[in-house]
């Protein structure tokens, strides 16, 4: 059976004094809200914090007014009538997250700073023990890549590339004062030190920009539990005439990052959302996707459909009906 | 086979509350009846117990209601191997067809829609049975489309391990409630005179004609054999692929498994008058 390590907890009841527990206790402290990602990785022994800060009864986490709190659970996100309607591509993100149990629990801020994954580091203490354990952890070898320096684990968070194409920023706070990144500079292409959080910072806010019509499409087995294998969002602001005047296409679950294609990004600009210059976008997309044999499917397929997800996700953004199509891929219409 | 066991063990139960209720009622045990939860003397219907305390009583007098029921099959029909599958009296048989979309360009497959008819012999309880009938189109689809034993082979320089590709229930699938499609079932009832009330099985018969109804399926919707399970996006764009280019349009095994089968033999029909023996002449004749 798999037992939690000790832990102390501690319960603080506003941002300042849980950074000021973080910055007292050092990177031995761990931040825990939903404890959806934390808590079966303590019990597999991936962390064994010796303090759980929880965020839980922090209340300004929580806020909905402006910027999203990073405290709001992700069915009151999927709930959310304003996050639906302004932002789509977070709300299908959301909706697509694990299970109804877990959205009900897992939060904003904890899907953003989501573990990485890979399937040598998600197992038990005594599987990965078995195989003399992992460069993630406790390891020296990366089994996926042996001669990788790095560690390769996946990016598997659906809410980043979503964010990310609907260009948010989010806010860290720590006892020596806030700073505002581009979400995307919150990741860091490294399967161990996947963010540039710093241990005594909280992620307290995301602040998302208006006016983008976006889309997000997440590949994976089957209609609930899985994590992403890929997620690819887009996010377009056109003129009356259609034409493209910025657009923004992010993958997840392609790196050990979720990150922004810039080159499709810019080949849009200018131009028509037509049925040539979205497979076109879609190629440029796809061809920075570089799944490695770590998660579920078949490697070289999943390279070869991350053009046709970039198109649907362009394609819905240019306001094509693409509910069967979705209902066939995410088994719910998501509309 | 354990349904005529289990009936011949009620059987004996009931005999042990008919002895006990016949004390009470006056009467013989044979003259007990048993009917709408009550227990009673045939000749004096008005007159009797309910089923609870015709147990209570039979409990006063025997302790712990409990029998025991066996049954044994009948001989094999033929000698040979083959010749009856298992010690079963009988055996049932399922028809399934599976709708299925499928994806020319990612190799997505969708199954909207399974319709499955299963030889019952005899529904005894039909909600439950449909329910059975639909538990095996559920494990069925699993084994179709996602569950799969793989392994990998560590480096050997640095390991040589054989690990689980899939080594856990997040990893090893089955389909969520999400993937599950309507499932029509119908119950095709001809009760078969070996069973217990002419019930034959309704445990995991419906599962097996799950798996080539959905590899039919996928090939009438993109005409490609997927030969082995699980029937995956990537198998079948392989095999696309393969179909574009003008060579065989399956993916599967690629030769048959060696395996010692026995010298054959010919064996005539029992209508021809065959005992189950090997018939030397029938062997001339084939």
């Given at each position: 059976?798999?037992?939690?390590?000790?832990f102390?907890?501690?319960?603080?009841?506003?941002?300042?004094?849980?950074?000021?527990?973080?910055?007292?206790e050092?990177?031995?402290?761990?931040?825990?809200?939903?404890?959806?990602?934390?808590?079966?990785?303590?019990?597999?022994?991936?962390?064994?914090?010796?303090?759980?800060?929880?965020?839980?009864?922090?209340?300004?986490?929580?806020?909905?007014?402006?910027?999203?709190?990073?405290?709001?659970?992700?069915?009151?996100l999927?709930?959310?009538a304003?996050?639906?309607?302004?932002?789509?591509?977070?709300?299908?993100?959301?909706?697509?997250?694990a299970?109804?149990?877990l959205?009900?629990?897992?939060?904003?801020?904890?899907?953003?700073?989501?573990?990485?994954?890979?399937?040598?580091?998600?197992?038990n203490?005594?599987?990965?023990?078995?195989?003399?354990?992992?460069?993630?952890?406790?390891?020296?070898?990366?089994?996926?890549?042996?001669?990788?320096?790095?560690?390769?684990?996946?990016?598997?968070?659906?809410?980043?590339?979503?964010?990310?194409?609907?260009?948010?920023?989010?806010?860290?706070?720590?006892?020596?004062?806030?700073?505002?990144v581009?979400?995307?500079?919150?990741?860091?292409?490294?399967g161990?030190?996947?963010?540039?959080?710093?241990?005594?910072?909280?992620?307290t806010?995301?602040?998302?920009?208006?006016?983008?019509?976006?889309?997000?499409?997440?590949?994976?087995?089957?209609?609930?539990?899985?994590?992403?294998?890929?997620?690819?969002?887009?996010?377009?602001?056109r003129?009356?005439?259609?034409?493209?005047?910025?657009?923004?296409?992010?993958?997840?679950?392609?790196?050990?990052?979720?990150?922004?294609?810039?080159?499709?990004?810019?080949?849009?600009?200018?131009?028509?959302?037509?049925?040539?210059?979205?497979?076109?976008?879609?190629?440029?997309?796809?061809?920075?996707?570089?799944?490695?044999?770590?998660?579920?499917?078949?490697?070289y397929?999943?390279?070869?459909?991350?053009?046709?997800?970039?198109?649907?996700?362009?394609?819905?953004?240019?306001?094509?009906?693409?509910?069967?199509?979705?209902v066939?891929?995410a088994?719910?219409?998501l509309a | 086979?354990?349904?005529?066991?289990?009936l011949?063990?009620?059987?004996?139960?009931?005999?042990?509350?008919?002895?006990?209720?016949?004390?009470?009622?006056?009467?013989?045990?044979?003259?007990?009846l048993?009917?709408q939860?009550?227990v009673?003397?045939?000749?004096?219907?008005?007159?009797g117990?309910?089923?609870?305390?015709?147990?209570?009583?039979?409990?006063?007098?025997?302790?712990?209601?409990a029998?025991?029921?066996?049954?044994?099959?009948?001989?094999?029909?033929?000698?040979?191997?083959?010749?009856?599958?298992?010690?079963?009296?009988?055996?049932?048989?399922?028809?399934?067809?599976?709708?299925?979309e499928?994806?020319?360009?990612?190799?997505?497959?969708?199954?909207?829609?399974?319709?499955?008819?299963?030889?019952?012999?005899?529904?005894?309880?039909?909600?439950?049975?449909?329910?059975?009938?639909?538990?095996?189109?559920?494990?069925?689809?699993?084994?179709?489309?996602?569950?799969?034993q793989?392994f990998?082979?560590?480096?050997?320089?640095?390991?040589?391990?054989?690990?689980?590709?899939?080594?856990?229930?997040?990893?090893?699938?089955?389909?969520?409630s999400?993937?599950m499609?309507?499932?029509?079932?119908?119950?095709?009832?001809?009760?078969d005179?070996?069973?217990?009330?002419?019930?034959?099985?309704?445990?995991?018969?419906?599962?097996?004609?799950?798996?080539?109804?959905?590899?039919?399926?996928?090939?009438?919707?993109?005409?490609?054999?997927?030969?082995?399970?699980?029937v995956?996006?990537?198998?079948i764009?392989?095999?696309?692929?393969?179909?574009?280019?003008?060579?065989?349009?399956?993916?599967?095994?690629?030769?048959?498994?060696?395996?010692?089968?026995?010298?054959?033999?010919?064996?005539?029909?029992?209508?021809?008058?065959?005992?189950?023996?090997?018939?030397?002449?029938?062997?001339?004749?084939?």
């Amino acid at each position: 059976m798999m037992r939690l390590p000790w832990f102390e907890w501690r319960a603080p009841r506003s941002v300042a004094d849980a950074a000021k527990i973080l910055a007292g206790e050092g990177p031995q402290a761990m931040l825990i809200a939903g404890g959806t990602d934390l808590v079966p990785n303590m019990k597999r022994r991936h962390q064994s914090p010796r303090t759980l800060v929880s965020l839980r009864n922090v209340q300004e986490l929580r806020t909905a007014n402006g910027a999203l709190g990073a405290g709001l659970t992700l069915t009151e996100l999927v709930e959310s009538a304003q996050v639906r309607a302004r932002y789509r591509a977070l709300w299908q993100a959301a909706a697509q997250i694990a299970t109804p149990h877990l959205r009900n629990m897992g939060t904003l801020g904890g899907n953003l700073c989501l573990d990485t994954r890979c399937t040598y580091y998600n197992q038990n203490h005594e599987w990965r023990k078995a195989i003399d354990f992992c460069l993630k952890k406790d390891g020296e070898t990366c089994w996926v890549a042996t001669a990788s320096k790095r560690c390769v684990a996946v990016s598997s968070t659906d809410g980043a590339p979503a964010l990310i194409a609907l260009d948010a920023r989010v806010k860290l706070a720590s006892a020596a004062g806030e700073r505002e990144v581009a979400l995307a500079d919150l990741y860091r292409n490294d399967g161990i030190d996947y963010l540039t959080r710093r241990p005594d910072e909280i992620l307290t806010e995301v602040a998302i920009p208006e006016g983008w019509t976006s889309s997000y499409w997440k590949l994976r087995r089957r209609g609930s539990f899985d994590f992403p294998v890929l997620g690819v969002a887009a996010a377009v602001k056109r003129a009356k005439d259609g034409t493209v005047e910025a657009a923004r296409i992010a993958l997840g679950a392609a790196a050990s990052r979720p990150f922004l294609v810039d080159k499709a990004g810019e080949f849009l600009k200018g131009r028509r959302l037509t049925d040539e210059v979205i497979a076109e976008a879609a190629a440029l997309a796809a061809s920075r996707a570089k799944p490695m044999d770590n998660t579920d499917l078949d490697l070289y397929w999943r390279k070869d459909v991350a053009a046709d997800f970039a198109a649907y996700a362009l394609r819905e953004v240019r306001g094509d009906d693409m509910r069967e199509t979705r209902v066939r891929i995410a088994r719910q219409s998501l509309a | 086979m354990m349904g005529n066991a289990a009936l011949q063990a009620a059987g004996r139960v009931r005999e042990q509350l008919a002895a006990a209720a016949a004390e009470q009622l006056n009467t013989l045990p044979d003259r007990v009846l048993f009917s709408q939860d009550r227990v009673y003397a045939a000749e004096d219907p008005g007159k009797g117990m309910s089923f609870v305390e015709a147990i209570a009583l039979a409990e006063a007098k025997f302790g712990t209601l409990a029998a025991v029921g066996s049954y044994a099959p009948p001989k094999a029909p033929g000698k040979y191997k083959g010749a009856g599958v298992g010690p079963s009296p009988a055996y049932s048989f399922t028809a399934c067809v599976i709708e299925t979309e499928v994806d020319a360009r990612t190799g997505w497959i969708t199954v909207p829609k399974v319709w499955i008819a299963h030889d019952i012999g005899r529904a005894l309880n039909p909600v439950l049975a449909r329910g059975q009938v639909i538990g095996g189109v559920y494990m069925g689809l699993g084994e179709a489309l996602m569950e799969e034993q793989v392994f990998r082979r560590l480096p050997p320089k640095l390991s040589g391990a054989l690990v689980h590709r899939q080594p856990s229930i997040l990893e090893y699938k089955s389909l969520t409630s999400l993937d599950m499609p309507e499932v029509e079932v119908a119950l095709i009832e001809e009760p078969d005179p070996n069973c217990p009330y002419g019930a034959k099985e309704v445990g995991q018969g419906p599962l097996l004609p799950v798996m080539p109804a959905l590899a039919n399926a996928v090939h009438d919707a993109v005409g490609v054999r997927i030969d082995e399970v699980p029937v995956t996006p990537d198998k079948i764009l392989r095999a696309l692929e393969k179909k574009a280019k003008g060579e065989e349009a399956r993916v599967g095994p690629e030769r048959f498994p060696a395996v010692p089968y026995p010298k054959p033999m010919f064996v005539l029909p029992p209508w021809e008058g065959g005992d189950g023996g090997e018939t030397k002449e029938g062997r001339k004749a084939a």
